[in-house]
C-alpha cells in the first residue's frame, strides 16, 4: 500500500503521489506522460502533474492499478 509520508521529493503537491517502493520502472511515465516523470540518474518515477482532465485521471487511476510495486497512491494533500 502506497504512503504518503514516503512520498518522493519531486512529486507535485496534490492527490497523486509516487512513494519509495518505485522502482523505476518508467510504466508509468511511459503511459500517462502528462503526469508522471522519471529521474533516471536516482531510479524512481514521481507526479509531475496532477490530473486536469477525465483522460488524466483515468490514466492516473490505471496506473495505480498496474503498478507492479503499488507505489502510486491517491491519498495525498488535496
Known amino acids: 500500500m502506497p504512503n504518503k509520508l514516503k512520498k518522493m521529493k519531486e512529486n507535485i503537491e496534490g492527490r497523486y503521489y509516487v512513494d519509495d517502493a518505485c522502482i523505476g520502472c518508467t510504466l508509468c511515465a511511459e503511459i500517462a506522460a502528462d503526469n508522471f516523470r522519471s529521474n533516471l540518474q536516482e531510479g524512481y518515477e514521481y507526479v509531475y502533474k496532477q490530473p486536469a482532465s477525465v483522460e488524466e485521471e ?5 496506473m495505480m492499478d498496474i503498478c507492479p510495486v503499488n507505489a502510486i497512491g491517491n491519498d495525498g494533500d488535496i
Open 58 to 62: 483515468r490514466l492516473c487511476l490505471e
